[in-house]
């Protein structure tokens, strides 16, 4: 099993700053996908940024040019930097790791608690 603890969410003003952070520990494999969605209210959840244990990113249009997504391989931590915040940036923000036990099984999907991000305008 693999646990995942998010850290960093508050209230920010917009064009504020904040940095997420997660925990990860447990049966981690070297080989995985770390990466944050969010939830707003009402709303399903979306995919913010993502980023593999070989350095790749990938990022929702909404947030390119504003959060940068980075992680220690060594410390299996995610972080999520997240500057010029916008009133809906509002959202819950679950951190994620997905790995395969073999290349070809099926993908384990893990996620966090949830950290609250509330930007006001």
């Known amino acids: 099993q693999v646990q995942l603890v998010e850290s960093g969410g508050g209230l920010v003003q917009a064009g504020g700053s904040l940095r997420l952070s997660c925990a990860a520990s447990?049966?981690?494999?070297?080989?995985?996908?770390m990466g944050w969605y969010r939830q707003a209210p009402g709303k399903q959840r979306e995919l913010v940024a993502t980023?593999?244990?070989?350095?790749?990113?990938n990022y929702a249009d909404s947030v390119k040019g504003r959060f940068t997504i980075s992680r220690d391989n060594a410390k299996n931590m995610v972080y999520l930097q997240m500057n010029s915040l916008k009133p809906e940036d509002t959202a819950v923000y679950y951190c994620?790791?997905?790995?395969?036990?073999?290349?070809?099984?099926?993908?384990?999907?893990?996620w966090g608690q949830g950290t609250q991000v509330t930007v006001s305008s």
């Open positions: 994620v790791l997905v790995q395969r036990r073999t290349l070809v099984a099926l993908p384990q999907n893990y």
């Open positions: 980023t593999t244990s070989g350095g790749n990113t």
């Open positions: 447990g049966s981690i494999f070297s080989i995985n996908t």
